[in-house]
């Protein structure tokens, strides 16, 4: 994901410009599970409150058959984390994911058509599905497992964190690694896929570095780690109990008030 980031810090602030993308994969079977988003790895100072409001809206479009199995992924998600951390010691901060999710039909669908054709990208058949409609079903052995076929909303699974610092050179911030904790509660309807039904426990470390590039105004950031979860309400005989996860990028600052930023995740 490119992004350019427009924000009205200080100039004594502006290097907090360079920070990861708080998103996660909206993929309705994915987005289920207490997979973490990405953050930096300076925590939050000890007595201070920080909040982030984030919408992350994704339009899936799979249909594909293979063997006993067929998967039906169309419409769209919308994600919207109030996500609160709270800097409790001078080396402990401790934050809540507080999220409300969105299942409805494509109302992007349009617009990505007409953007493929311009640039003259495949559709990958959303031309011959119906239009602006909401499946997301799995079936196997001519058995339908999962069907959302109706707009459904509320509240998600929450996630409860907690992070220490591990290391920062010199007192300065400028290089840092961080050992963040989460566990995710079951509190999302899982006939809605608003929620897994499982208790998900992950633990990462996260580093950056705004020293070694810093001439030209460049930082980078990454993060790897691992969640275990329960079993799943949601296909328990499809799921894994055990991932790893980690993301990656860089992000070049030329001005207080711009950021580029480029980040993978996996």
């Known amino acids: 994901m490119l992004a350019i980031f ?7 602030a502006a290097a907090e410009l360079i920070q990861p993308f708080y998103s996660r994969n909206l993929n309705p079977f994915v987005q289920l599970y207490g997979l973490p988003a990405a953050e930096g ?3 939050t100072p000890e007595g201070r409150l920080d909040a982030r409001l ?5 339009n899936n479009f799979t249909n594909a058959a293979a063997e006993a199995e067929t998967i039906v992924i169309r419409g769209e998600t919308y994600r919207t984390v109030l996500a609160l951390r709270y800097g409790q010691k001078k080396n402990l901060e401790l934050g809540i994911d507080l999220p409300s999710i969105s299942h409805s039909r494509g109302h992007l669908n349009n617009f990505i058509s007409d953007w ?12 011959t599905a119906p239009n602006d409609q909401l499946t997301y079903q799995y079936g196997e052995g001519g058995n339908t497992m999962v069907a959302v076929t109706g707009a459904a909303s509320g509240l998600g699974d929450i996630l409860f964190s907690a992070a220490v610092p591990l290391w920062e050179e010199s007192g300065k911030k400028q290089r840092a690694l961080a050992l963040r904790a989460a566990v995710k509660a079951p509190t999302g309807s899982t006939l809605k896929l ?3 039904g499982s208790t998900d426990v992950s633990l990462r470390l996260n580093g ?14 990454g993060s790897m780690g691992a969640m275990l979860m329960s079993e799943s309400d949601v296909l328990p005989n499809r ?12 992000g070049w600052q030329p001005f207080s008030w711009l950021a580029l930023k480029l980040q993978l995740d996996g």
């Open 41 to 43: 790895a300076t925590i």
């Open 239 to 250: 799921q894994r109990h055990a991932v790893g996860f980690g993301s990656v990028g860089f």
């Open 208 to 221: 950056e570095d705004r020293q070694t590039f810093a001439r030209a105004k460049i930082a980078y950031f």
């Open 194 to 196: 608003l929620g897994s």
């Open 6 to 12: 427009f924000g009205g810090a200080p100039v004594a």
């Open 116 to 127: 493929h054709d311009t640039f003259g990208l495949p559709k990958g058949d959303r031309d």
């Open 54 to 58: 984030v919408l992350d809206i994704a």
